[in-house]
């Protein structure tokens, strides 16, 4: 098998996988059911992945290194406080309100904790620890170039994290309302950048 073709089974089974995992969760989830939703053989599975708990940080790490990207892309570096908070906090609010396949990723996680934590430390490693300590970054520059006033950068991170998720990612992830509108996720955008500007704009 070539590196090229090497390189779309392995994307089949990532994608086949998280689908899986979304429907039926972590303890659900077989590898032959995997296998059947990638439409690869079995053995062409085992070959990529040693295991069900292999696969499963593999998915995760693929799909929040997917959304950290679309988050914190490196034209930021090139923006001002100004129009890359707004970027920041646009594509944060949109994921925490639309983004199906966050949710899925921190419903299995709560509930395989106990049968699987590295799936939790996975998941917050590649998810909420990397995506905050990259946005810090950020504010570092920022601060650095006298557009913000702020010394403890991952605080503030987590602080502008939070507002983005105000009312529309707690009540997905408990189920108890579908996706937020669009407009909806702008304007939780709009009051988080305004709550962080008040805080720490100059």
Not at 146 to 160: I, N, P, T
């Amino acid at each position: 098998m070539n590196k090229i073709t090497q390189t779309k089974k392995r994307a089949a089974i990532l994608a086949g996988a998280q689908r899986v995992f979304g429907r039926e969760g972590f303890e659900g989830t077989s590898m032959d059911a995997v296998a059947r939703e990638a439409k690869v053989a079995k053995p062409t599975l085992y070959n990529h992945f040693r295991d069900k708990n292999a696969l499963y940080v593999a998915v995760v790490e693929h799909s929040l290194t997917r959304v950290r990207s679309e988050i914190v892309p490196p034209e930021l570096r090139d923006m001002t406080a100004t129009e890359g908070l707004k970027v920041i906090t646009t594509r944060l609010a949109r994921m925490f309100g639309r983004d199906d396949d966050v949710l899925r990723l921190c419903r299995i996680c709560i509930g395989g904790f106990d049968r699987f934590p590295l799936a939790t430390s996975t998941f917050m490693y590649n998810g909420p620890q990397r995506g905050n300590r990259e946005v810090a970054s950020m504010i570092a520059l920022w601060a650095g170039r006298g557009e913000l006033a702020c010394d403890d950068h991952e605080l503030a991170a987590q602080q502008l994290g939070e507002l983005c998720k105000v009312g529309i990612f707690d009540p997905r992830l408990y189920g108890s309302r579908e996706k937020a509108s669009i407009d909806e996720c702008h304007r939780i955008a709009a009051a988080a950048y305004q709550t962080f500007m008040a805080r720490y704009g100059k």
